[in-house]
């Protein structure tokens, strides 16, 4: 009878990933990024160990929300007083900072416990092509 494998912490090679965002869509590019920082894509993914990649998104500023969503979208956050609700709109966020909108999205397709935080400590977002990982040897993934 085979075992199945379980991958340890110790036992993980991690790679650079660079993302371009120019022209893709937020859920779009949020689904693949989040899939490489689980680490999904490889034989050895198991589920209760960080087996992800790192992965630098560029060109943060050029992605594009399909539909009515650049007007209907809000980014909303609430600074924990009464009456601290503050409300953004997409088109406003994107214009202001667009690493944040896409983050959060990415961030969003992760586990919402502690390994999903260990994951998103891999993720790196820019605002333009420039990044200061080059000793990395990252390599471009194609979607």
Do not use: C
Request: hydrophobic fraction near 35%.
């Amino acid at each position: 009878m085979n075992k199945t494998y379980m991958a340890k912490p110790g036992e993980i090679q991690r790679k650079w990933y660079i993302l371009d965002a120019t022209d893709k869509p937020l859920g779009r590019l949020a689904a693949e990024a989040a899939r490489i920082l689980r680490g999904k894509h490889r034989p050895q993914f198991t589920p209760h160990v960080d087996t992800g990649d790192h992965v630098i998104v560029i060109n943060a500023e050029k992605v594009i929300l399909t539909g009515n969503k650049l007007k209907k979208k809000k980014y909303i956050r609430h600074s924990g007083y009464p009456g601290g609700l503050k409300v953004t709109g997409y088109d406003e966020l994107l214009a202001r900072r667009p690493e944040l909108a896409v983050r959060k999205a990415i961030v969003g397709m992760l586990p919402h416990n502690r390994l999903g935080a260990r994951m998103a400590k891999k993720l790196r977002v820019y605002r333009g092509e420039n990044h200061p990982h080059q000793a990395q040897k990252p390599e471009v993934w194609s979607m």
